[in-house]
């Protein structure tokens, strides 16, 4: 049994050179988990002050109950859309990499992890830049 080794600060940060894509693709799996879980619940949470309005058809007409509005309002902030891609980066990441460890896991593409790896990462970014003109105002897009 070895005895426990005190790796200090700038000894953690360096190692975080020696990672192979089997480590980065771990840790951006758990990050982008957490993320997601992040944005679960805050998402629940202005979904509950919609609950006021959900049975009362005028206020949501007259724009008058506070969701609306509050969604209004975000929709105009640029920053806020551009949030909304990071959000999308997330899941699209998440999802693909979340295939690529189910395939792992039944033995497909077993001794091919590092090029799935890469691969799923070309697969993200294909479909955040495919949405990309869905979130963002035409004035920004060029194509």
Known sequence: MSAPYDRGR???FGRFRRFSAG???WVLHKATGWV???YLFAHIAVLSTAIPAAGNPEAIAAEADLY???LQGLEGIFLVRVLEVGLLTAAAFH???G???LLVDLGIGLERQ???FYASLVVTAL???ASIPVFLPPEVVPW
Do not use: K
Request: net charge neutral; glycine share 4%.
């Open 99 to 101: 295939i690529r460890l």
């Open 10 to 12: 700038i000894e953690d």
């Open 95 to 97: 999802m693909v990499n």
């Open 114 to 116: 590092v090029q799935t």
């Open 36 to 38: 997601l879980i992040g």
């Open 23 to 25: 480590m980065w693709a």
């Open 127 to 129: 479909i955040v830049l």
């Open 68 to 70: 609306t509005r509050t």
